[in-house]
């Protein structure tokens, strides 16, 4: 019974570089949150998706991010041209129809160089 | 907008002390809380939660939690500390306004020592 998964765990990416970030939520899940955790803080939401469709994108910057969840496969954060202020560990959580109750995954650790 | 404080930033207790993590709320009407643990490098897991009814709430590993509304508290505590309890601990309120986004505090790190 596997919980949210994300990948890649770890990614570098130099300044002006693309970065995709992957998230599956678990089995029977078809609501995605993403929350980016930066340095000395806690976790912010950004976007809120169901399949084919975004729900809520207020947390996300209005430049350079994107999210999506297709009908087939992962959940996709993008980020284009990234900067070193989008170093920081994004993750993904995932809920059924109980949205209080979110599994959240082992996120993914950008560092932008 | 809802919001927590977590007071300390980093707490040390020796193994088998008493764990008291602190939580403050600021809601205008009635919150959801939740406090989640995350170990090194692993995603945040569910502690345990409070909706509404009983104020006590008890989660995973022994830890358990009490909703105060007249201290606008939601203190986590756990009678006896184990080293494997050592991980970085974060207190979170849902937004009312959506229903489904978590505004989390900014953690607080726990050291267990022998």
């Known amino acids: 019974n596997a919980g949210v998964m994300q990948n890649p765990r770890h990614l570098v990416r130099r300044r002006g570089q693309e970065a995709r970030l992957r998230c599956s939520p678990m089995?029977?899940?078809?609501?995605v949150y993403w929350y980016r955790q930066l340095p000395e803080e806690g976790l912010k939401f950004m976007v809120y998706?169901?399949?084919?469709?975004?729900?809520?994108e207020s947390g996300m910057p209005k430049e350079r991010f994107s999210a999506e969840f297709p009908k087939e496969g992962p959940s996709i954060l993008r980020i284009q041209q990234v900067v070193r202020g989008d170093s920081a560990a994004y993750f993904c959580?995932?809920?059924?129809?109980?949205?209080?109750?979110?599994?959240f995954g082992p996120g993914t650790r950008l560092l932008v160089l | 907008a809802q919001s927590v404080t977590q007071l300390g930033s980093h707490v040390s207790v020796s193994e088998g002390a008493l764990v008291l993590l602190r939580c403050n709320y600021s809601?205008?009407?009635?919150?959801?809380l939740f406090w989640y643990v995350q170990y090194p490098n692993q995603g945040l897991q569910l502690l345990l939660k409070?909706?509404?009814?009983?104020?006590l709430v008890k989660g995973i590993n022994g830890f358990e939690a009490e909703f105060k509304k007249s201290e606008t508290s939601f203190h986590l505590t756990k009678p006896s500390a184990h080293m494997s309890d050592a991980a970085e601990y974060f207190c979170?309120?849902?937004?009312?306004?959506?229903?489904?986004?978590?505004?989390f505090g900014k953690g607080t790190s726990l050291l267990v020592t022998p």
């Open positions: 409070y909706t509404t009814g009983a104020t």
């Open positions: 979170a309120v849902m937004d009312s306004n959506s229903g489904y986004a978590l505004n």
């Open positions: 809601s205008s009407v009635p919150p959801y």
């Open positions: 089995k029977g899940h078809s609501h």
């Open positions: 998706l169901q399949k084919e469709n975004i729900i809520d």
């Open positions: 959580a995932s809920s059924g129809l109980e949205v209080e109750t979110q599994y």
